[in-house]
């Protein structure tokens, strides 16, 4: 985008060949669209533009064309010129509100107008009195077809005299004029109350951003007196709309009903996955904050809340970067800065796309969301539109991000609520990227000892990408919550860390020895040389404990009267297979498909489905593998499928309910499973059976497919009890199925009608629970009248308080996380079996979860 010669700019009457030129409609300063106060306007939302204060009550034609809208309380009016671009100009803001006051229309809709012509009068006294702002705003509605290469910088522009913007077609080519019945302003509203837990937060606003992309409509949230454009997820975050609120939708344009009825699905949506968002009291795997009390109880000790659990020892290195400060004023050109930051941004976007990638091939979801929601972040108009009018007034390429950055943290920082304070910590992550894309830096890359414990105000997720994680052994963090992003990050990585230890951890020298006890929330910087040693053997004795279960992991496991059980592996990867390999399990009872289909722009082909089992397959070395057919819905969605929204997906189109809709994904897989080789070597498990007919149907499906294949042999189905109904009717279901396989996340949920993804409701969806005990129990004697096996894959298959009671229960194979495996072989090797037997039946008669707990740690108490 060069910059046009000065000669035109002085000369609007002289535009360049294939340039539109505006005049300015009013007299008076000019405003950067990024300043409107209304973020309808300063994000784009009725395309790119400027501002202006009028001083004058006159608003002029800007170019010759056609009045293509009026507005009906006179307040605003739409141009079309004769090369099509489409000029919205707008007095002052919310002025529709006046009904018509003080505005005198000169001209009606259909008019031909030439430049310089009376539009409308307007008293300047009543519209600054009575409206919010005099702000005035010419915006190109087209924005998609014509774009802004020049456009008046800080000053003073007159009315038919100056000239305001210029524009060039994109590609070169003028797109014709759009017929005046096409253009149509149609404005419709609609309230909701926001019902599922957490509000407007970051995924469902890129849903409702998402659910409007391509509609021509434009559509604007608003609660009390924030307003939002949908384009901007920081913006719908900035609004604090949380759980129980009502808020406004307002749609403007051709499509308007169709635009705002969409937004109002997805923010109905009550979707599953959404709960991670939502800033929890205490998660799970964290003890509640330690109070300010107990720290200063004990000297030496700061305390905070455990983002990761472990123990650890090690010398404090500080992470915190000294701030990247970019040049305030531009070395170059406003066209040659705006490619800089473009060409920055779009590094940034792949190296994110690359990190989903990596993240999901791990089989890490968790990480993959983070750095997938930073890709949406990343294009979010109120960043990236605020900073290119920044550079056309001047600013170099980062300096206009930093400030676009920081002005969106600010907002965020207005709104009490602490998950938005994990937002800002993501879009400082992102200041941070494009300014490094961009070419800052202010540090060599640093070398860290070999027991580093690394403190900072915040870590990103980008400084964890970056670690040397074999030299590091736990995270301190000044700030931060147990749900923010660098915590999923360090716990899938298996480094204890603690945040929220305030600014007193900033005092604490670098290279000073330090304890973490993170289960404890305690951060020990005066260690006496009794508790490092102490730290140090417990850290050494569950090592050693992990060390000789992994020595003994590749025998099998029996209790110690003979009571064999298969210890199998929970996968999603090839990488997960052979570590699944090296820790011994005797199989694999769950492949987990999902992530063969997310984070994909298409379905798998029938090939791509053989390829990557059969890969699988050669990686167990003759170990049999359980393939479950795909299961997305609730947290695990796939954008391609455009499903129709669902008020509760955990509900809806899960498992093999999906095929009802899209056969054909369920087929080709079948065809993919049926393709691998030898034949006898894997399994297939059906999701969410809930009767003996689906089943049923089911088998028939897969029959003709071996047929169509020329298959002989015959392959094993079975089906995944995860709903009551499925207990209940194991009896019917062994008797088409060739064995059972229990998931205990969804089973509990089910029963127990307690979101699993809920932070808040962790501890009580606990699959100990008696009601989910007794299914477990019904799903196993169902499944022996007809002589079939009955497996376990959820979660509590790898809790060691639970294997007792399963193995009592009559479960013959658990199937862990891959690492899990050695131990939870261990823990079964020092069962007797008929001991089990008995205490599960005396387990089935508890009262609680926590009873069974107790119940069972005094029997067999944790290593």
Request: aromatic residues 2%; glycine residues 8%; proline residues 5%.
């Amino acid at each position: 985008m060069e910059r046009i010669e000065e000669s035109r700019l002085m000369d609007p009457l002289k535009p360049a060949e294939a340039h539109v030129v505006l005049v300015s409609p009013f007299t008076g300063p000019v405003v950067p669209l990024a300043a409107v106060p209304d973020p309808v306007f300063a994000e784009g939302l009725f395309g790119d533009g400027i501002g202006i204060d009028p001083l004058v009550g006159k608003l002029i034609a800007p170019c010759d064309g056609t009045v293509m809208h009026l507005a009906r309380t006179g307040h605003a009016v739409t141009l079309q010129s004769a090369e099509g671009v489409q000029v919205l100009v707008h007095i002052g803001i919310d002025t529709v509100e006046l009904n018509g006051e003080g505005f005198s229309p000169k001209i009606a809709q259909g008019d031909s107008v030439r430049r310089g012509d009376t539009l409308i009068e307007f008293d300047l006294d009543v519209v600054a009195c009575r409206a919010p702002s005099l702000v005035s705003v010419v915006a190109i509605a087209n924005s998609d077809a014509f774009e802004v290469v020049e456009r008046a910088g800080a000053g003073h522009v007159e009315a038919g005299a100056s000239t305001l913007l210029v524009l060039r077609a994109r590609g070169g080519v003028v797109p014709g004029a759009i017929p005046e019945h096409e253009f149509i302003a149609d404005e419709v509203r609609r309230t909701i109350t926001l019902a599922h837990a957490g509000g407007l937060h970051a995924r469902p606003a890129a849903r409702a951003r998402e659910a409007v992309r391509g509609v021509d409509a434009r559509v604007e949230v608003r609660y009390g007196e924030r307003k939002a454009a949908i384009e901007s997820v920081v913006g719908l975050l900035a609004l604090g709309a949380g759980e129980g609120v009502t808020i406004e939708l307002v749609g403007i344009g051709k499509e308007a009903e169709r635009a705002v009825n969409a937004v109002a699905e997805e923010l109905l949506r009550e979707a599953a996955g959404e709960a991670h968002e939502v800033p929890a009291r205490a998660p799970a795997s964290a003890p509640a904050p330690v109070t300010a009390s107990a720290a200063t109880a004990e000297p030496g000790v700061l305390a905070g809340v455990c983002a990761a659990p472990g123990v650890a020892v090690g010398t404090l290195v500080r992470w915190d970067e000294a701030e990247l400060t970019p040049a305030e004023a531009a070395s170059n050109t406003p066209a040659a800065e705006s490619r800089a930051l473009d060409k920055a941004i779009a590094a940034v976007d792949a190296e994110l796309d690359h990190s989903v990638r990596t993240a999901s091939q791990r089989g890490a979801i968790g990480e993959a969301g983070i750095f997938t929601m930073h890709r949406v972040l990343l294009e979010d108009p109120a960043l990236v539109d605020t900073a290119r009018d920044a550079i056309s007034l001047g600013k170099s390429a980062g300096y206009a991000w930093r400030e676009a950055i920081r002005a969106q943290i600010a907002v965020l920082g207005k709104v009490d609520d602490p998950l938005l304070a994990e937002r800002a910590a993501d879009l400082r992550d992102l200041e941070k990227r494009v300014l490094r894309a961009l070419g800052l830096s202010n540090t060599a890359a640093r070398v860290l000892p070999d027991e580093a414990v690394l403190a900072a105000d915040e870590f990103t997720p980008s400084d964890l990408a970056t670690l040397d994680r074999s030299r590091v052994t736990a995270l301190v963090m000044a700030r931060g919550g147990a749900t923010s992003h660098a915590a999923i990050i360090a716990r899938q990585a298996g480094i204890p860390a603690l945040v929220a230890l305030g600014d007193a951890l900033k005092q604490v020298e670098e290279g000073t020895q330090v304890v973490v006890d993170a289960g404890a929330g305690r951060f020990a910087y005066t260690p006496s040389a009794a508790d490092i040693d102490r730290a140090r053997n417990e850290r050494l004795r569950l090592a050693g404990l992990r060390e000789a279960n992994r020595r003994s992991s590749h025998e099998a496991a029996a209790t110690r009267d003979g009571r064999a059980v298969e210890i199998a592996a929970n996968i999603a990867t090839l990488d997960d297979a052979v570590t699944a390999v090296d820790n011994g399990a005797d199989a694999v009872g769950l492949l987990r498909t999902e992530l063969m289909f997310i984070h994909r722009q298409a379905a798998p082909t029938v090939d791509e489905h053989r390829q990557s089992y059969q890969a699988i397959a050669d990686a167990l070395k003759g170990r049999t593998a359980i393939i479950r057919t795909l299961d997305v819905g609730a947290d695990k969605e796939v954008d391609y499928l455009t499903l129709p929204p669902e008020p509760n997906p955990a509900l809806g189109l899960r498992g093999i309910r999906l095929a009802q809709v899209r056969p054909d994904l369920l087929d080709d897989q079948l065809r993919g499973l049926l393709a691998v080789k030898p034949a006898g070597k894997v399994r297939i498990l059906l999701p969410m059976v809930t009767d003996v007919g689906e089943l049923v149907r089911l088998r028939e499906r897969i029959e003709a497919f071996a047929r169509e294949a020329g298959r002989t042999e015959p392959i094993e189905v079975g089906v995944m009890i995860e709903v009551p109904s499925a207990a209940l009717l194991a009896d019917q279901l062994a008797r088409h199925a060739d064995f059972l396989s229990i998931g205990t996340n969804d089973l509990t949920q089910y029963t127990l009608a307690m979101d699993r993804c809920q932070p808040d409701l962790a501890a009580q969806a606990d699959g100990l629970h008696p009601a989910v005990l007794r299914l477990v129990a019904a799903t196993v004697e169902g499944a022996n009248r007809h002589g079939k096996w009955v497996g376990v894959c959820g979660a509590l298959a790898g809790d060691p308080l639970a294997v007792p009671l399963l193995v009592g229960l009559g479960v013959s194979e658990l199937s862990v996380d891959p690492v899990s495996v050695p131990s939870i072989k261990a823990r079964v090797r020092k069962l007797d079996y008929n001991e089990c037997r008995a205490r599960a039946q005396n387990a089935l008669a508890l009262e609680s979860a926590q009873a069974v707990r107790t119940a069972s740690a005094a029997t067999w108490p944790l290593d």
